[in-house]
Each structure stands twice: as structure tokens, then as C-alpha cells.
């Protein structure tokens, strides 16, 4: 009897161990969202300044849109750092140097958007190395921030990343707008529980050129400034 009761304990304990596991892994998959905040400091989720933001587009796409998310961010003092992707930024050179001309910081998104947390040392360099180059050529700019496609990264990517000189940034806030067209949804994602050294994550879709204003306002509502990445960590 005293054996049964034990076993019985056993798989109800087993039981409620698999059920909250569940339950997380069903949370995880239900966000989207492929990142996790990583132990090694040198990849870099919010910065240390408490009176500002940082605004971040990754772009490897969406071209058409950078121009008016340009033009609000200026009518409103605000600056942010486009992520370039190489392989975008052969295609879209005279983009690439507006961007640069309407004072706005540019950083590395790698050349192919691969999965850097699969890559070796040595690809991950190179993917960095070969778009720093030619960011380098289009825009005479050295870039020192590197934000790996989709947040996946590994120590070696760290290591390739510290190796080129760079800071490898994430994000504290993800407004997912490459997946979810939502312009009041992207607001909400971006602006909720704000507070200094947040680094808000954006790509240049119609939504989020839609919902800037919106972010902006409520940014400045809570007496934040928006400035470039490297300004905020």
C-alpha cells in the first residue's frame, strides 16, 4: 500500500513537471518570437541611457517605406539605426547613402540573413566582414553595430562579432510587424511599460510607417528622446 501511495506521488509530480513544461513551450511558440536573453554580456538586449530610446530597423526589404520612416523621424527630431542587409544594400545603394545623408546611424544585418547561431567562426566573419565592406564602399561609413538575422546567435558569433570590432545588439522590444500587419498592435508592442535604454525592434513595412507617429508621440509623452543605437547603449 505504502509502495502504491509513493508511485502514485512519483507520477503526479512527473505529471505536473511535463504539464508546466508544456504549458511554456506552448507560450514560446504562440509569441513567434525566436530569441532568448543570453548569459554572455556581449550581446547587447537595452542600453544604460535612462533618458532615451533607441529606434532599430533591420532591413533586408521594404524599400519603399524607408522614405516617409525617414521624413517622420526627422519632422520630429528623432534618429534611429538601420541594419543593413547585404544583399539588399546592392540593390538599393542610392537608399543606403539617403539614409546615411539624413543622419540616421547604419550597422551590419550580415550579407544573406542566415541563422548565425548555425554558423562557424569562420562564416560568421565572413558574413559580417563582406557586408562591412560593402557598406564601407556605398557609404564611407564603418560600421560598429552588428544585429544577427532573427536574434540567433551563438559565442562564436560573439566572438566573430567582438573580432570585427563590433557590438552585437538585440532588443528589449519587438513590435514582430514582419509578421503581424497591425498598425495599433505595432504601437502597442513598441511603446508598452517604456522606459529608457529599451531598444525597440522595427522593420520598414507600410504598418510600422503607419504607426511611427503614434510610437513617437508616445515616447515623448514619457520625456525620452530617440536617438541612435550606440547613443542608448
Not at 509530480?13 to 554580456?41: E, H, N, Q, R, Y
Not at 519603399?64 to 525617414?70: A, S, V
Not at 546615411?100 to 550579407?111: A, F, L, Q, R, T
Request: negative net charge.
Amino acid at each position: 500500500m505504502v509502495k502504491n501511495v509513493k508511485r502514485f506521488g512519483y507520477f503526479l509530480t512527473s505529471f505536473a513537471c511535463v504539464f508546466i513544461f508544456c504549458g511554456i513551450l506552448a507560450v514560446w511558440v504562440g509569441t513567434g518570437v525566436a530569441t532568448k536573453v543570453s548569459t554572455d554580456s556581449r550581446a547587447v538586449y537595452a542600453g544604460s541611457n535612462e533618458k532615451a530610446v533607441g529606434l532599430m530597423f533591420n532591413v533586408y526589404s521594404g524599400t519603399e517605406y524607408i522614405p516617409d520612416i525617414m521624413q517622420t523621424l526627422k519632422q520630429n527630431g528623432a534618429v534611429a539605426t538601420f541594419f543593413i542587409g547585404g544583399i539588399w544594400a546592392e540593390k538599393n545603394q542610392s537608399t543606403l547613402t539617403d539614409i546615411v545623408d539624413n543622419g540616421m546611424e547604419i550597422g551590419s544585418h550580415g550579407y544573406f540573413h542566415k541563422d548565425h547561431s548555425k554558423l562557424g567562426y569562420k562564416e560568421n566573419y565572413e558574413e559580417m566582414d563582406v557586408t562591412h565592406k560593402l557598406i564601407k564602399s556605398i557609404t564611407n561609413v564603418d560600421v560598429k553595430l552588428f544585429a544577427p538575422p532573427s536574434g540567433a546567435y551563438s559565442s562564436v558569433t560573439l566572438d566573430a562579432a567582438e573580432d570585427m570590432g563590433y557590438s552585437t545588439v538585440l532588443w528589449s522590444k519587438d513590435t514582430i510587424d514582419w509578421r503581424d500587419h497591425d498598425t495599433q498592435l505595432i504601437c502597442e508592442r513598441a511603446t508598452k511599460n517604456i522606459s529608457g535604454g529599451d531598444l525597440i525592434l522595427m522593420h520598414p513595412t507600410e504598418n510600422t510607417a503607419e504607426a511611427l507617429p503614434q510610437i513617437i508621440d508616445k515616447i515623448k509623452a514619457e520625456g525620452l528622446e530617440m536617438l541612435c543605437v550606440s547613443q542608448v547603449i
